[in-house]
């Protein structure tokens, strides 16, 4: 059957189904004693041909004082660009607790957090619990961004909850809204995009406080923008259509535009240092020593959130043995090349070292259990991401970003997911910690080369001639094993770990060693190999029974063109190091 008519088909079968009922859910949620209102009802509604598991950003509604937002659920110019982004509607309508007076906020007989608009009055938890809940039913994933348009009290409560909880809104309106305002914000609002929108003719205190607002974002930089809408009062005017244009131009498509200058990313790497130093402390103060199960499922949380955060779409994966699950982000870009950015977040420290030794700086070094292999890599990643992203550069198809729990053990539980991105994407970037201030562009390979010897055990005070000392074969085998490296190809072996034996009367019949190697010639794994087995076959006792393994763990990073054309540069920065940062 030909393609076309299969697909019309397809089509016909299709619009023969019942349709996916597209109806809002809804939740309501009863106040506790102390609470800032009687009565909350949420509804999340998924408009047709929005698929849950895409969602990845909620437009929420909030009325004036005690009014309804379900109609702004089924505003057909909502709809459509919901429907063109993916996004998911909500609607909060509260309502006041009995007695509540709005005057008495005003004049000062009453504490602001009694009037619903304050999240901080029980209102914001009732929030986040339905939102929870109904997301969960639904199929949406993790913790979708939130975009706030709100009227009057609806306004209110948007700033409120921006200003509280700045790590869940991507954006917020402010529309005609005034005198229940969280006076101290989380600084971090100051970076979400904000508009304020006034009537011309509204009450001057309305205005006012509307205008102090905007001052304040103004007086830090922030991202707002102020509308005065002139033969406007109190009402909507034309606000539905100031904020459709808002949320779309904020969330456009974006497109490939000219890369940063490297004093721009300069400056806004220095700009960015606080915030950094903060994830930077976060993730040290965390213990994710390799098979603890606690630390590291906060430590993945911690990484995970961040990348949503950002707009990443994030996965979580468990390793397939071990303790512990890889955090998977990607961010979409408009141009060519994948680069792959990972770093472990697991430490070799036992439970409890970052209480002993939390996060500190003393004379300009950090301190702390992992605070360079490898929490400041974790942290670099974050911020480099945000100062990506603040520059407006796009010019990439995927930047994905890879956190693995197990590194310090080897990564075996995460290696087969490593290896399968690594051939999806152009560019790998680890940000693994060099020993020396230099930007590594090949490194060596690390196999573990295993000697195990199986020997008698007998009697070592009444019968030690019949025993085969496998202690004594090994001793034997290792002062002619020392010798397997090659400095020419800057190959080393070198002997670290050895057992044998269990009781001091008895002569040991097991006895092992193992050496670490490291490589960046391929072939030296085969020769090292080969070299060993031809040394031991010369056995101290003939009845002792050797094996050889070399564990191939890491391969090498060899030097190679495609990594020398990176052109992997610090000049911009080395004005601002005690020493530069070189190339190896």
């Known amino acids: 059957m030909a393609s076309p008519l299969r697909a019309l088909l397809a089509l016909l079968v299709c619009a023969l189904l019942p349709a996916r009922a597209n109806t809002p859910a809804s939740l309501e949620i009863s106040p506790k004693p102390g609470d800032n209102f009687s009565r909350a009802e949420f509804q999340l509604f998924i408009p047709p041909g929005v698929e849950p598991a895409s969602v990845k950003r909620i437009l929420c509604f909030a009325a004036g004082f005690n009014g309804n937002s379900a109609k702004w659920l089924q505003a057909p110019e909502f709809v459509q660009l919901a429907q063109e982004r993916q996004w998911a509607l909500w609607a909060a309508n509260f309502q006041s607790r009995d007695g509540f007076k709005f005057e008495d906020v ?178 040290v103060n965390i ?29 979580t994966l468990p390793v397939s043995t071990g303790v512990g699950r890889n955090v998977v982000g990607a961010l979409r870009g408009n141009g060519p090349g994948k680069i792959l950015l990972m770093i472990h977040y697991d430490t070799v420290f036992p439970e409890g070292e970052a209480a002993r030794r939390p996060f500190r700086i003393e004379n300009a070094r950090a301190h702390g259990p992992g605070v360079a292999d490898a929490k400041g890599g974790a942290a670099l990643i974050l911020h480099a991401i945000r100062i990506l992203q603040a520059s407006g550069w796009n010019d990439f198809d995927t930047i994905t970003v890879l956190f693995n729990p197990d590194e310090e053990t080897g990564s075996e539980g995460s290696r087969a997911l490593i290896g399968e991105l690594a051939r999806n994407h152009d560019v790998v970037l680890s940000f693994e910690p060099p020993e020396s201030q230099q930007v590594a562009v090949a490194t060596n390979g690390i196999n573990a080369v295993i000697l195990e010897v199986h020997g008698k055990a007998s009697h070592a005070g009444s019968a030690p001639e019949q025993g085969v000392n496998a202690v004594l074969e090994l001793a034997h085998q290792l002062t002619r094993l020392e010798n397997l490296g090659n400095p020419e190809k800057m190959t080393t072996v070198n002997w670290t770990i050895i057992r044998g034996g269990e009781r001091r009367n008895i002569i040991p019949d097991q006895a092992r060693a193992e050496a670490d190697m490291r490589f960046s010639d391929w072939s030296e794994t085969a020769r090292v190999r080969r070299q060993a087995e031809e040394i031991i076959r010369n056995k101290h006792f003939e009845a002792s029974t050797l094996d050889l393994q070399v564990v191939e763990r890491r391969p090498p990073l060899s030097p190679n063109p495609a990594s020398d054309d990176l052109n992997l540069s610090t000049s911009p920065c080395d004005q601002d190091r005690r020493e530069p940062i070189n190339r190896m």
């Not at 390799?290 to 996965?315: W, Y």
């Open 106 to 283: 005003l004049v000062g007989k009453a504490d602001p957090r009694t009037h619903y608009a304050r999240p901080d009055g029980g209102s914001g938890a009732a929030f986040f619990q339905a939102l929870e809940t109904l997301c969960r039913q639904a199929g949406i994933p993790g913790h979708p961004l939130l975009l706030l348009h709100g009227h009057s009290a609806g306004g209110m409560w948007n700033y409120n909850l921006a200003a509280l909880h700045p790590d869940r809104i991507a954006a917020f309106v402010v529309n005609k809204g005034g005198g229940v305002y969280v006076r101290n914000p989380d600084p971090a609002i100051y970076r979400i995009p904000g508009l304020f929108l006034c009537g011309a003719d509204d009450l001057p205190r309305r205005n006012k406080d509307i205008r102090d607002r905007h001052a304040d974002g103004a007086r830090h930089h922030a991202p707002w923008k102020l509308v005065e809408e002139k033969g406007v009062k109190h009402g909507a005017g034309a606000s539905d259509s100031l904020a459709l244009e808002f949320f779309r131009n904020l969330t456009a498509a974006p497109t490939a535009g000219p890369s940063p200058t490297a004093p721009d990313l300069h400056a806004r790497a220095k700009a960015e240092c606080p915030n950094f130093l903060k994830t930077w402390e976060t993730l």
């Open 287 to 315: 213990d994710t020593g390799t098979g603890f199960a606690a630390g590291p499922s906060r430590a993945e949380d911690f990484l995970a959130d961040s990348l949503r955060k950002m707009g990443l779409d994030v996965q």
